[in-house]
């Protein structure tokens, strides 16, 4: 399923870059503290590939931090079992 997910990743990446090969309008870019004239493919492409980098950027510390809050719950349940097979295991005390 990976792999066809990524298959069809690069296939609409390829068919995007093909479409903005034929289109060379230039266009006037107003950013915050300045103002250019771009290429619209350009100008789409760069927009595109950082606001891709950002999600994965995010995604990749959200499941960083799932992965870390898992691997430390699974280490309490660890010791929580350890400390109930002891108790299960010693000699009631009357």
């Known amino acids: 399923m990976k792999i066809i997910g990524i298959v069809?990743?690069?296939?609409?990446?390829?068919m995007t870059l093909a479409l903005?090969?034929?289109?060379?309008?230039?266009?006037n870019f107003n950013y915050l503290v300045a103002q250019g004239e771009?290429?619209?493919?350009?100008?789409l492409g760069v927009v595109f590939g950082?606001?891709?980098a950002l999600?994965?950027?995010?995604?990749?510390?959200?499941y960083l931090k799932a992965r870390m809050?898992?691997?430390?719950?699974k280490k309490q349940?660890?010791?929580?079992?350890?400390?109930?097979?002891?108790?299960?295991t010693d000699p009631v005390k009357e």
């Open 38 to 43: 771009f290429r619209l493919s350009l100008l």
């Open 20 to 27: 903005g090969a034929q289109n060379q309008e230039v266009v």
């Open 69 to 73: 809050s898992a691997a430390m719950l």
């Open 77 to 88: 349940v660890n010791k929580q079992r350890q400390e109930l097979d002891k108790l299960r």
């Open 55 to 62: 999600g994965w950027l995010i995604c990749g510390m959200l």
């Open 8 to 14: 069809l990743l690069v296939l609409c990446f390829l």
């Open 50 to 52: 950082t606001g891709f």
